[in-house]
């Protein structure tokens, strides 16, 4: 079950848009103060922010953001443009009251599905990017055997395969070995 973290600045718009998306199969958490909802973020999939003041909810989304959690804010429609111009490249929506649940629903829905994609981009990314490191790492202990004793790229490639296979290590950690041998 999805959770939403939900802090509305009007409890009675709280408990109805709360019942609203336990109706449709949400979890709800309820924030009732900025600590709160920063407090609760991160147990949470999604976050709605409700008539909260602008400054609080350029604060809180971008943390939102980082931590690949959608956010939807709904904000009053004199405060539209200023609320876009907060949360421009953030990835958020914002609604205005008067709104429809069911398009509120369905943007959430979207939001999450979306976030829960980037959040994968980057985990596969880190994961790439320690595998370069890595490479590279690699690459420059090979170098570093071909020039101190006199290896071809092909031997010391394989030197450093069969000394990780011998002695039940990562090829990083024969190359950081090998570093630390020659270049100190």
């Not at 949360?87 to 829905?109: E, H």
């Not at 599905?113 to 420059?140: C, H, P, T």
């Not at 395969?161 to 630390?180: V, W, Y």
């Amino acid at each position: 079950m999805q959770k939403v973290l939900l802090w509305c600045a009007e409890c009675s718009a709280k408990d109805k848009l709360s019942d609203y998306l336990k109706e449709n199969g949400f979890s709800v958490l309820s924030a009732d103060t900025f600590e709160d909802s920063l407090n609760k973020l991160t147990q949470a999939d999604a976050v709605i922010y409700g008539l909260i003041p602008i400054s609080d909810l350029q604060e809180v989304s971008r943390l939102a953001i980082t931590k690949h959690i959608a956010v939807i804010a709904v904000v009053k429609p004199q405060e539209k443009q200023a609320a876009e111009r907060l949360l421009c490249g953030t990835g958020s929506t914002v609604f205005t009251v008067p709104m429809q649940p069911i398009g509120l629903l369905q943007a959430l829905r979207s939001a999450i599905e979306i976030n829960g994609y980037v959040r994968k981009l980057g985990e596969e990314n880190e994961k790439l990017k320690i595998a370069l490191s890595d490479m590279k790492l690699i690459d420059r202990a090979k170098c570093t055997l071909v020039w101190y004793l006199g290896m071809t790229e092909k031997e010391s490639h394989r030197f450093i395969e069969k000394q990780a296979m011998d002695r039940r290590t990562t090829r990083r950690e024969i190359a950081l070995e090998i570093l630390k041998t020659y270049e100190t």
